[in-house]
């Protein structure tokens, strides 16, 4: 049963890949439905129900947010029985996200590379300190924002060397660019997400980061 639950989660990230969160979740549904007490695929549910939350008007989406961590807290109340399992690392960093704690998400970055998790770590720090610079640069600590900034680049330079064609990277990486004020290198990474995500430069996640850069200023 592992190696089926494997091919279905290697569809479900399809979709995930090429932003299609909807879809996604359509499909982590339907096959949760038939292994309902596999700890993986709840992750993979409970991640993606966060991520198409975006999708949504902004009462649905907050209602669809907590419900997602909800599952996340109940998930990680099970996770000791899968301490050793790469889909904890999933969890925790998902959850991180999800609520918002982006130092403690990049400090997981930085256990996961020591424990040789390297695509997953540096993507965990990437992202973290991206977002962590983002909020210091909006209550106007710009020298610590910088600071991040740059630490969030320098990750998403390893991460590339694992996994170049993820395009939710260059949208986290195009910020931490923002953040430094580099227009043009922002640009370049947003319109990179697009070509992989095979979406317009105007779709809602990259012109979402456009619009934070710009409030910034």
Same mark, same amino acid.
């Given at each position: 049963?592992?190696?089926?639950?494997?091919?279905?989660?290697?569809?479900?990230?399809?979709?995930?890949?090429?932003?299609?969160?909807?879809?996604?979740?359509?499909?982590?549904?339907?096959?949760?439905?038939?292994?309902?007490?596999?700890?993986?695929?709840?992750?993979?549910?409970?991640?993606?129900?966060?991520?198409?939350?975006?999708?949504?008007?902004?009462?649905?989406?907050?209602?669809?947010?907590?419900?997602?961590?909800?599952?996340?807290?109940?998930?990680?109340?099970?996770?000791?029985? /899968?301490?050793?399992?790469?889909?904890?690392?999933?969890?925790?960093?998902?959850?991180?996200?999800?609520?918002?704690? /982006?130092?403690?998400?990049?400090?997981?970055?930085?256990?996961?590379?020591?424990?040789?998790?390297?695509?997953?770590?540096?993507?965990?720090?990437?992202?973290?300190?991206?977002? /962590?610079?983002?909020?210091?640069?909006?209550?106007?600590?710009?020298?610590?924002?910088?600071?991040?900034?740059?630490?969030?680049?320098?990750?998403?330079?390893?991460?590339?060397?694992?996994?170049?064609?993820?395009?939710?990277?260059?949208?986290?990486?195009?910020?931490?660019?923002?953040?430094?004020?580099?227009?043009?290198?922002?640009?370049?990474?947003?319109?990179?997400?697009?070509?992989?995500?095979?979406?317009?430069?105007?779709?809602?996640?990259?012109?979402?980061?456009?619009?934070?850069?710009?409030?910034?200023?």
């Amino acid at each position: 049963m592992a190696d089926v639950i494997e091919k279905e989660i290697i569809k479900i990230k399809k979709f995930v890949y090429r932003a299609e969160y909807i879809k996604a979740l359509q499909y982590a549904n339907y096959v949760l439905k038939k292994f309902p007490n596999n700890f993986k695929l709840k992750v993979n549910y409970a991640s993606i129900l966060g991520d198409a939350a975006e999708m949504l008007s902004p009462v649905k989406r907050a209602e669809q947010k907590k419900k997602s961590i909800e599952i996340m807290r109940k998930l990680l109340s099970e996770a000791r029985w /899968h301490q050793k399992s790469r889909e904890l690392y999933v969890l925790k960093n998902e959850y991180y996200w999800q609520t918002a704690q /982006h130092f403690k998400q990049y400090q997981l970055g930085v256990r996961e590379v020591r424990a040789s998790n390297s695509s997953g770590g540096y993507y965990s720090q990437g992202v973290g300190a991206a977002w /962590h610079a983002y909020f210091l640069a909006k209550r106007g600590q710009l020298k610590r924002a910088i600071y991040w900034a740059k630490i969030s680049i320098n990750a998403w330079k390893n991460y590339n060397k694992h996994v170049p064609q993820y395009y939710n990277q260059y949208v986290h990486w195009a910020l931490a660019y923002g953040i430094l004020n580099q227009q043009k290198q922002m640009m370049s990474m947003l319109k990179m997400a697009a070509k992989l995500s095979k979406k317009s430069l105007n779709y809602r996640e990259f012109q979402e980061i456009i619009e934070f850069v710009n409030n910034l200023r």
